[in-house]
C-alpha cells in the first residue's frame, strides 16, 4: 500500500529566509502524482504545486520549488524568501496515475513564520 | 474559480443525532469527495464519488453515507453520530484536464458531537 510520511510535524523559519519541508513516499508505481498542499490557519486548502514523476525536470511555482528524488522516494518542499503569509500547515500527498482520484495525504507539518 | 462550499463551518451535535454536512462545487466537476481531517493523521478518505448516484467506499467509511443526487452536490451523512466523529470534515471536487490534476477543497466543517 502506498504511504506518505512527513517527519517534521512542525517547523519555524524567519521571514525572508529560506526553508525546507521533507517528505517521503512508498510505492511500486512508476508513473504517478506528488502535491505540495497548503492549508493556512482557518483558510482553505489549495494547491501549491504538482510533479508529474516521469519528469526528471523539478517543478517550480514562484518562491516554492521541490526536490524531487524519485530512486530515493524523497520529495522536499522549498519555501525561499518566506513570508508571513507562508504560515500554515503543508500537506505532502501522492496518487496514482492510474486511479488518481484516490490521493493519499501525509501527516502534514506546520510551519510558523517567525518576522 | 473553482469553488467548493460547504454548509456549515462549525456545527456542534449531539450523540446519536443524524447529522447531514453538505458540499456544492459550481465546476461541474465529476468527482467529489468527503475527508476527515484529525491531528497527526493527516486527511483520511470516507467516500468519493464519480457520478450522480455512484459512490465508493474510502479508507474509513464506517459509520458514515453518502448521497449524490445531483452532480454539484455531494452529502456526507452521520446517521448517529458519536463522539469519535469529532474532527475537521473536507469535501472536495477534482478535475484531470490537459494531463493536470487538482483537487479542490472547501473551507471545512468542523463538527464536534457532545
Known amino acids: 500500500a502506498q504511504t506518505v510520511t512527513q517527519s517534521q510535524p512542525e517547523m519555524s523559519v524567519q521571514e525572508a529566509e529560506t526553508v525546507t519541508l521533507s517528505c517521503t513516499y512508498d510505492?511500486?508505481?512508476?508513473?504517478?502524482?506528488l502535491f505540495w498542499y497548503k492549508q493556512p490557519p482557518s483558510r482553505q486548502m489549495i494547491l501549491v504545486i504538482r510533479?508529474?514523476?516521469?519528469?526528471?525536470q523539478n517543478a517550480t511555482e514562484n518562491r516554492f520549488s521541490v526536490n524531487f528524488q524519485k530512486a530515493a522516494k524523497s520529495f522536499s518542499l522549498k519555501i525561499s524568501d518566506s513570508q508571513l503569509g507562508d504560515a500554515a500547515m503543508y500537506f505532502c500527498?501522492?496518487?496514482?496515475?492510474?486511479?488518481?482520484?484516490?490521493?493519499?495525504f501525509g501527516p502534514g507539518t506546520s510551519l510558523s513564520v517567525i518576522p | 474559480d473553482v469553488k467548493v462550499t460547504q454548509s456549515s463551518r462549525y456545527l456542534v451535535k449531539r450523540t446519536g443525532e443524524k447529522v447531514f454536512l453538505e458540499c456544492v462545487q459550481d465546476?461541474?466537476?465529476?468527482?467529489m469527495f468527503w475527508y476527515r481531517q484529525d491531528p497527526g493523521l493527516g486527511l483520511r478518505l470516507i467516500y468519493f464519488?464519480?457520478?450522480?448516484?455512484?459512490?465508493e467506499k474510502g479508507d474509513i467509511p464506517e459509520g458514515y453515507s453518502v448521497s449524490r443526487e445531483k452532480k454539484e452536490r455531494f452529502s456526507l451523512i452521520l446517521e448517529s453520530a458519536s463522539t469519535n466523529q469529532t474532527s475537521m470534515y473536507l469535501c472536495?471536487?477534482?478535475?484531470?484536464?490537459?494531463?493536470?490534476?487538482?483537487?479542490?477543497f472547501g473551507p471545512g466543517t468542523r463538527l464536534t458531537v457532545t
Open positions: 472536495a471536487s477534482s478535475e484531470l484536464a490537459g494531463g493536470r490534476y487538482e483537487q479542490y
Open positions: 510505492t511500486s508505481e512508476s508513473d504517478y502524482y
Open positions: 510533479q508529474e514523476a516521469y519528469k526528471q
Open positions: 500527498a501522492y496518487s496514482k496515475k492510474t486511479s488518481y482520484d484516490k490521493v493519499i
Open positions: 465546476m461541474d466537476h465529476e468527482n
Open positions: 464519488s464519480y457520478d450522480v448516484k455512484m459512490k
